[in-house]
């Protein structure tokens, strides 16, 4: 046996020469070049012939993990060099070397730069070293090289290659992607689970290489075959192979095609098969599964950017300063130094250069040295630390686990974690998204007839099956089956699979005709009508396409069909119609590779399938040509009404047509998915003609897969139809009140579905994203005018509902530039935006409740959800778009218009949308936004700044489960997978992965508030200390000569970074909260994303200026009461350096103390060793000197000098009495007469009855609530800590968590919702026992006790 294979690429010319070799291989051989590119063929041989050469190919071995031993110092190196802070520090640690310039010595500031890049390094090493253990788990599992006797030797899958032919047992995973060439089950069959590759737990068959007349029957005989394979070069695609494999037997040729249902996937499991024989064809790297590995596409976090942008600021900052105080040195030494004869200043020597120009600029590098601390070296290495921190709590929150399950949330991508916090719009997938994916078979329509679907009935909770079910279902549908077998055609009509042409195409306008007319002769003694006939053949012909067209398998069942079993397959449309069947008593027995068996009441049948032509999206159907027992061909096909009505017969009955038209609007609105199912029987010599032309259409290689849907176009026309099918996909648990909260948050919630329009809008109701039907703005148009038409008419609607609607961008109106749903106020403009880039405080700040609360009248749906009215969303109506419409605005002038329309409605519903228009509606609603953030800019830089804000305050998020929301994923700031049961394709290209969609919300509020809270006040701070110092030095220069003289010396300066501050911030960043419990974030969601805390204000206000503030006050208090006193003196340089230094320490230890909001025992326990640590410092660092005889005047003996001084210790009391008490009474002022939110919140959880009366109306507001109504009072109160459920959602004021111990009473009058309970007291006299019961009937949406993981 022997195997080569060729790949071409450009630019290898070792590879330029294999692949020229392979086009010569298929040439010499007579194979057809698989994809019309010989050159870039792979071609295997199982026993090749003489002229075959044989090469080698990679090896199966995965790797991966970034780094090895040789490896990880050079790449790790280069990739923290590449950016720009660390290259900066890189420059810096080697001028330090230049004795000449430095004004430090040089293995201070080295160290600091060691100490960060190996903390780096550790964090690396910990990820990379968790990757290099499960690549050697995986590279030394163990699987079965087959020898030509049947024989087998265990290899590990690192030794697989190419070419060889593998035994893979079942229950055993698939080692590389492999060729079928044998099945061990009798119909030659095997079965597979996709799970580690697309998250699918359904079976799917697989069958072996289709050799006609010469199929292997054993092992031995697929080692015997003479065949070679080629096919496509490596690529990612998981559902199509392109390949041609020739086998030969004797002196006849055979071509077979190859296809994706011969392909056995690596990372695929063989299931309920006994053992496969497959043929290795891709390897390691090289297989489908690794193809697909690719990381997310990179983004980068809005902090970043904004830490990029002030780096630059403060980098020219220090080149202002390194220039003034560089003219400040030549003029002093020009006017004052050279007229001091001691100093020698006249005289030319080594850094004293009689050049003015030299001297400038050698004193810019030593000025730039000694203010090289503006920019803190620690904070890009506990960036990282932080949001891997807080990654890792987003993957062990326990609250956001699927309970019964081992679905966690996954942060995939913490480069962006602070991005969670700033979301403005949400865009979500519908299917396996809001709903579980979970479908039932809810009613059906036969001929125009809806049957099922009535009152409170659930086929699944019925306990019969068979006619019990039946009758139960439809008693109609149950008649007509009896009187069919009765009066003696089940059988035949079983036999013949269905209906006779002529019956067909009959309806019920035909049931006054006599049955004899229409070959209906009755048979036996019971008188029947022609209605019950025809509706009896009929109701076969209905479930006969149902049980025969899918792609399902049966799972469990007996070799005589009988017993408990399950469906499997990969739609669950499919499982559930015939699971349906199956209860009804029509019922899908099994299948083989060529035969599908069926049992209707008791009467069975198998089918010969002749050809499946599969479903893909772009086809929107799915088709069968089936034999039945007697030899009538069919053709059995179902799919959307969009795409099978117009390939119905010509002619077909108009009265049908509208009937059905009506059922599909009847299904639709009660949100229930729907699909037509149609039929035709097919005459040999049609069938034969056809089959013909699509036997060299399945054969072809070269487009192979266009061939075969042109040649279904021509077959799946003038079909008969037959009914439709409806299904309910039920709502995810928690979804209404998830997306309330979301919404009562600010954030703009957009379903985007390929369902139809009824049932887009029925699903919207019960999700909340629609307060009443009728108010709904429908965009829906038949052309690119009619489109812009229509859009104008509603800009126009809008205003003159609202006194003004958003005009697109570039009008001659400014359009509003606030998030909440006020945006068609004509007070608000785009000057909403605040210059920190937070919001207008009639959206975010002050949200009234008019706006955003309810309206006193709540009622529920039918799914029990809100309906919240339309006063929540504040009186603004919901736009819904089709797809269509969509892709006649989509690239034109009209686009910007139906944004700036959808951002004036309340939520948006996008339906029929395709994959492409999903992540188009992302860069619509992305660029208007970008659009308005420019208005009234003047200027380029202007509007550059404009949009900076906007990208950093407004962020893009889309959700979805499936592989057709992988690019509505990837197009916006933040993609969010769904662990659901479309596979692991939209998870894999996400940023985070949650299981269901309640988990958003804890996601947003908790998680993202949280990285936002703790990131904005780490980088604030991290500034703030370093300019302190830098500062501090700066302000020595002005008594120092402008020499560039440093007050402290290398190590110490450069342990303030990397030791005494670094690790109260790293624990702050981690720990820090502003609420005792998490969970406090959902009950008030209106704070969620109300401001910036980290814009370029607050930045330069609390980062930098208070930094210069507390830096002055430092060094002048202590330079000023520095005074001489014998040999007890302290007023010396180093000395007076040192009281700074520890002076400046405790300042920013206590700043760091009062930026805390809740002191755990590890942070104050790291605050105050961190800061008692300078003491022991300042006698260990001249002892270490000593022991290594390197004495430095800069320390030796200072620290004894200075604790024996009492001036020492008045310094450090009387500056940070300034600096602290200031600082103190700023913040306990304002705390007092000008709380926040988050301030009122936090005193609320802290006191017994929840502060003062005063609060409760700021707190309703945050949570949502009705506003006061006269004669109504309010009181927060404690909870019991008996009870642990927590109540989730907007309305949830008296919610019990025994952790929050905090109640707030609604002021609104009593009602009961799906939530809980709002009640009302006429007095401030509390009934705590009443609360308490109607607390604990409130149902926990988590469904588990709500606990913090921190």
């Known amino acids: 046996m022997g195997v080569f294979c060729f790949i071409k690429r450009p630019g290898d010319r070792k590879k330029d020469r294999r692949t020229t070799d392979a086009a010569v291989e298929l040439q010499r051989l007579g194979i057809e070049a698989p994809t019309g590119d010989a050159a870039a063929s792979r071609v295997v041989h199982i026993n090749p012939p003489p002229e075959a050469t044989a090469r080698t190919f990679g090896t199966n071995s995965v790797r991966t993990a970034k780094y090895n031993v040789v490896t990880f110092l050079p790449r790790y190196l280069f990739e923290q060099f590449s950016q720009v802070a660390y290259f900066y520090f890189l420059i810096q640690a080697c001028l330090v070397w230049w004795g000449t310039v430095s004004p430090f010595k040089p293995f201070g500031p080295v160290l600091a730069l060691v100490f960060v890049l190996v903390v780096g390094a550790l964090k690396a090493l910990a990820e990379d070293r968790r990757r290099h253990i499960e690549d050697n788990h995986l590279n030394n599992s163990i699987t079965h090289v087959l020898h030509p006797d049947g024989g087998t030797t265990d290899v590990k899958w690192k030794d697989v290659k190419v070419g060889?032919?593998?035994?893979?047992?079942?229950?055993?995973?698939?080692?590389?992607?492999?060729?079928?060439?044998?099945?061990?089950?009798?119909?030659?069959?095997?079965?597979?689970?996709?799970?580690?590759?697309?998250?699918?737990?359904?079976?799917?068959?697989?069958?072996?290489?289709?050799?006609?007349?010469?199929?292997?029957?054993?092992?031995?005989?697929?080692?015997?075959?003479?065949?070679?394979?080629?096919?496509?070069?490596?690529?990612?695609?998981?559902?199509?192979?392109?390949?041609?494999?020739?086998?030969?037997?004797?002196?006849?040729?055979?071509?077979v095609a190859v296809t994706m249902n011969e392909i056995l996937l690596r990372g695929c499991t063989l299931k309920n098969s006994g053992f496969v024989v497959g043929l290795v064809v891709y390897t390691g790297p090289e297989s489908r599964i690794q193809m697909n590995a690719a990381a997310p596409p990179s983004k980068q976090g809005s902090y970043t950017r904004f830490l990029n942008m002030q780096v630059i600021i403060v980098i020219v900052l220090q080149i202002l300063l390194c220039a003034a105080c560089s003219a400040g040195a030549l003029a002093w030494r020009e006017n004052i130094g050279k007229k001091r004869y001691y100093l020698a200043l006249d005289n030319t020597a080594q850094g004293n250069y009689s050049s003015n120009v030299a001297f400038y600029f050698v004193y810019m590098?030593?000025?730039?040295?000694?203010?090289?601390?503006?920019?803190?070296?620690?904070?890009?290495?506990?960036?990282?630390?932080?949001?891997?921190?807080?990654?890792?709590?987003?993957?062990?929150?326990?609250?956001?686990?699927?309970?019964?399950?081992?679905?966690?949330?996954?942060?995939?991508?913490?480069?962006?974690?602070?991005?969670?916090?700033?979301?403005?719009?949400?865009?979500?997938?519908?299917?396996?998204?809001?709903?579980?994916?979970?479908?039932?078979?809810?009613?059906?329509?036969?001929?125009?007839?809806?049957?099922?679907?009535?009152?409170?009935?659930?086929?699944?909770?019925?306990?019969?099956?068979?006619?019990?079910?039946?009758?139960?279902?439809?008693?109609?549908?149950?008649?007509?089956?009896?009187?069919?077998r009765r009066a003696g055609f089940w059988d035949e009509a079983m036999n013949r699979g269905g209906s006779s042409p002529n019956l067909l195409k009959l309806t019920r306008t035909e049931s006054n005709t006599p049955p004899e007319t229409l070959g209906l002769a009755r048979r036996g003694n019971e008188q029947v009508s022609t209605r019950e006939l025809l509706l009896g053949h009929h109701v076969m012909d209905f479930w006969t396409a149902i049980c025969v067209c899918h792609n399902l398998i049966v799972e469990g069942h007996d070799s005589t069909g009988e017993g408990d079993f399950r469906y499997q397959g990969p739609s669950p449309d499919e499982v559930a119609l015939v699971e349906g069947a199956r209860q009804l008593g029509f019922e899908f027995i099994g299948r083989t590779r060529s035969q599908i068996t069926i049992s209707f009441q008791g009467h069975r049948v198998t089918h010969d399938v002749l050809v499946e032509l599969e479903f893909s999206s772009d086809r929107a159907r799915m088709s069968v040509v089936a034999r039945s027992p007697d030899g009538t061909i069919r053709l059995l096909c179902k799919g959307s009404d969009a795409v099978m009505l117009p390939r119905l017969r010509a002619g077909t009955d108009e009265k049908l047509l509208a009937d059905t038209q009506e059922n599909l609007h009847a299904f639709s609105v009660k949100g229930l998915r729907t699909l037509v199912i149609a039929t035709k029987v097919l005459e040999a010599g049609e069938w034969e003609a056809w089959h013909l032309k699509y036997e060299q259409a399945a054969s072809s290689l070269d487009d192979r897969e266009a061939r075969i849907a042109a040649a279904a176009e021509q077959l799946e026309v003038q079909m008969e139809l037959l009914g439709v099918t409806a299904i309910e996909d039920k709502l995810q648990e928690g979804v209404p009140e998830a997306i309330e909260t979301l919404i009562e948050g600010g954030m703009r919630v957009w379903m985007i579905t390929g369902d139809k329009q009824e049932t887009a809008i029925n699903i919207g109701i019960s999700a909340g994203l629609v307060s009443d039907a009728s108010r709904c703005l429908i965009c829906n148009a038949e052309g690119v005018d009619a489109a812009s038409k229509k859009l104008n008419e509603l800009h126009d609607q809008l205003r003159h509902q609202h006194g003004g609607a958003p005009p697109a961008p570039g009008g001659?109106?400014?359009?509003?530039?606030?998030?909440?749903?006020?945006?068609?106020?004509?007070?608000?403009?785009?000057?909403?935006?605040?210059?920190?880039?937070?919001?207008?405080?009639?959206?975010?700040g002050s949200v009234s409740g008019s706006v955003l609360g309810f309206n006193g009248t709540n009622g529920t749906n039918g799914n029990g959800a809100l309906a919240k009215g339309a006063a929540r969303h504040g009186g603004r109506p919901e736009l819904v778009i089709d797809g269509a419409t969509l892709g006649f605005i989509l690239g034109t002038p009209a686009e910007q218009q139906l944004a700036a329309v959808a951002a004036g409605c309340a939520s948006v519903i996008v339906c029929r949308a395709s994959p492409s228009q999903k992540a188009a509606v992302v860069r619509m609603m992305t660029q208007y936004e970008d659009r308005v953030a420019e208005v009234g800019a003047r200027?380029?830089?202007?509007?550059?700044?404009?949009?900076?804000?906007?990208?950093?305050?407004?962020?893009?998020?889309?959700?979805?489960?499936?592989?057709?929301?992988?690019?509505?994923?990837?197009?916006?700031?933040?993609?969010?997978?769904?662990?659901?049961?479309?596979?692991?394709?939209?998870?894999?290209?996400?940023?985070?992965?949650?299981?269901?969609?309640?988990?958003?919300?804890?996601?947003?509020?908790?998680?993202?508030?949280?990285?936002?809270?703790?990131?904005?006040?780490?980088?604030?701070?991290?500034?703030?200390?370093?300019?302190?110092?830098?500062?501090?030095?700066?302000?020595?220069?002005?008594?120092?000569?402008?020499?560039?003289?440093?007050?402290?010396?290398?190590?110490?300066?450069?342990?303030?970074?990397?030791?005494?501050?670094?690790?109260p911030i790293g624990f702050f960043a981690v720990l820090d909260r502003p609420f005792r419990h998490l969970h406090t974030y959902v009950?008030?969601?209106?704070?969620?994303?109300?401001?910036?805390?980290?814009?370029?204000?607050?930045?330069?206000?609390?980062?930098?200026?208070?930094?210069?503030?507390?830096?002055?006050?430092?060094?002048?208090?202590?330079?000023?009461?520095?005074?001489?006193?014998?040999?007890?003196?302290?007023?010396?340089?180093?000395?007076?350096?040192?009281?700074?230094?520890?002076?400046?320490?405790?300042?920013?230890?206590?700043?760091?103390?009062?930026?805390?909001?809740?002191?755990?025992?590890?942070?104050?326990?790291?605050?105050?060793?961190?800061?008692?640590?300078?003491?022991?410092?300042?006698?260990?660092?001249?002892?270490?000197?000593?022991?290594?005889?390197?004495?430095?005047?800069?320390?030796?003996?200072?620290?004894?000098?200075?604790?024996?001084?009492?001036?020492?210790?008045l310094q450090l009391i009387a500056v940070t009495a300034v600096c602290v008490g200031t600082r103190y009474l700023d913040r306990a002022m304002r705390q007092a007469f000008y709380p926040n939110d988050q301030q009122i919140v936090a005193e609320a959880e802290k006191l017994p009855h929840g502060g003062a009366p005063h609060t409760a109306t700021r707190l309703q507001r945050l949570s949502s609530a009705q506003p006061p109504k006269r004669g109504g009072t309010s009181a927060i109160e404690p909870l019991p800590t008996s009870d642990s459920r927590m109540q989730f959602g907007p309305a949830a004021l008296t919610t019990k968590c025994d952790e929050s111990g905090l109640r707030v009473t609604a002021i609104v009058p009593e009602m009961l919702t799906s939530v809980g309970r709002i009640h009302f007291k006429p007095s401030s006299a509390v009934d705590h026992n009443e609360q308490h019961q109607r607390a604990s009937a409130a149902p926990s949406l988590y469904g588990a006790r709500a606990r913090s993981f921190y």
């Open 164 to 255: 060889q032919v593998l035994k893979v047992m079942s229950d055993e995973d698939f080692p590389a992607d492999l060729l079928c060439l044998h099945c061990d089950l009798p119909d030659n069959v095997c079965y597979i689970k996709t799970t580690n590759l697309d998250g699918e737990t359904n079976l799917k068959v697989r069958r072996p290489l289709n050799v006609k007349g010469e199929a292997p029957q054993s092992p031995q005989e697929a080692m015997a075959m003479h065949a070679t394979l080629a096919c496509e070069p490596p690529n990612s695609n998981l559902h199509y192979f392109i390949g041609r494999t020739v086998v030969q037997a004797g002196d006849r040729r055979e071509t």
């Open 365 to 484: 590098i030593t000025y730039w040295l000694l203010f090289s601390y503006l920019v803190p070296i620690s904070l890009f290495v506990t960036i990282e630390i932080v949001k891997f921190v807080q990654g890792n709590f987003i993957n062990n929150d326990p609250d956001m686990r699927v309970e019964g399950t081992d679905d966690w949330a996954k942060a995939r991508n913490s480069n962006i974690i602070e991005d969670l916090g700033r979301v403005a719009y949400v865009f979500s997938d519908k299917t396996g998204t809001l709903t579980s994916n979970e479908m039932r078979m809810r009613a059906v329509a036969i001929k125009g007839v809806p049957y099922g679907g009535t009152g409170d009935f659930r086929l699944e909770d019925f306990e019969g099956k068979g006619d019990a079910a039946l009758k139960a279902f439809a008693p109609r549908l149950h008649s007509a089956a009896g009187i069919l």
């Open 812 to 844: 001659s109106t400014p359009p509003p530039g606030g998030r909440g749903y006020q945006q068609l106020s004509a007070a608000e403009s785009a000057a909403g935006k605040t210059a920190s880039g937070g919001m207008s405080d009639g959206v975010s």
């Open 939 to 1063: 200027t380029a830089w202007g509007r550059w700044l404009r949009r900076y804000r906007r990208r950093m305050a407004f962020k893009m998020l889309s959700i979805g489960d499936g592989a057709n929301d992988v690019a509505m994923i990837q197009t916006a700031d933040i993609g969010v997978g769904i662990m659901g049961k479309e596979g692991r394709q939209a998870v894999n290209n996400s940023d985070y992965a949650i299981g269901q969609f309640r988990f958003l919300v804890r996601l947003l509020m908790v998680h993202g508030t949280l990285s936002v809270y703790r990131l904005a006040r780490l980088i604030r701070y991290s500034f703030y200390k370093n300019i302190a110092l830098a500062f501090l030095l700066f302000y020595f220069q002005i008594f120092a000569g402008w020499s560039g003289q440093s007050l402290l010396d290398g190590i110490t300066t450069s342990f303030y970074n990397a030791f005494f501050t670094a690790f």
């Open 1083 to 1209: 009950r008030f969601p209106k704070m969620y994303n109300v401001n910036n805390p980290l814009s370029v204000r607050t930045f330069w206000k609390t980062g930098v200026l208070m930094g210069i503030a507390h830096s002055a006050a430092v060094f002048f208090i202590i330079y000023y009461s520095s005074v001489a006193s014998d040999r007890d003196s302290t007023n010396d340089l180093y000395s007076v350096g040192k009281v700074m230094f520890v002076a400046l320490i405790g300042i920013v230890s206590a700043e760091l103390g009062m930026l805390a909001r809740f002191w755990t025992w590890e942070f104050s326990l790291c605050a105050l060793v961190s800061y008692c640590l300078i003491y022991a410092y300042l006698f260990a660092l001249p002892a270490l000197q000593e022991a290594f005889d390197s004495k430095d005047p800069a320390t030796y003996g200072v620290a004894q000098q200075l604790f024996g001084s009492p001036l020492f210790w």
